[in-house]
């Protein structure tokens, strides 16, 4: 008989860069960043050769020497945001720009 179990689990997470300067008439500010990482997996895997006490019990744990069975299975949940930013400007405090972009990646 054998029986194994595994689990894996992995969470990185945010880095985010700012910057902002004046200079003259002109401001700009920026930030770009990264998100988040996230993943997690389980693995089961049982066996068994026979030469157990009741052949008529069609479970894992019973058998006989001709009777094999092996049951397993894994699931896994990956999910990703990536990338993010943000970039501002004026000139004078009178005309503004601002541009945003976001990228989800794997969800």
Not at 32 to 52: C, I, P, Q, T, Y
Not at 66 to 71: H, L, P, V
């Amino acid at each position: 008989m054998t029986e194994r179990f595994d689990k894996f689990d992995e969470q990185i997470y945010n880095a985010r860069l700012h910057y902002d300067n004046t200079f003259g008439d002109h401001s700009i500010s920026t930030f770009v960043g990264m998100e988040r990482l996230n993943n997690d997996s389980n693995n089961f895997f049982a066996s068994k050769v026979g030469g157990f006490p009741d052949a008529s019990r069609g479970e894992l744990f019973q058998g006989n020497n001709d009777d094999r069975q092996a049951s397993g299975g894994t699931s896994s949940e990956f999910k990703r945001q990536d990338f993010f930013g943000s970039l501002s400007y004026d000139f004078k405090k009178k005309y503004f720009i601002d541009f945003t972009m976001r990228y989800d990646g794997i969800q």
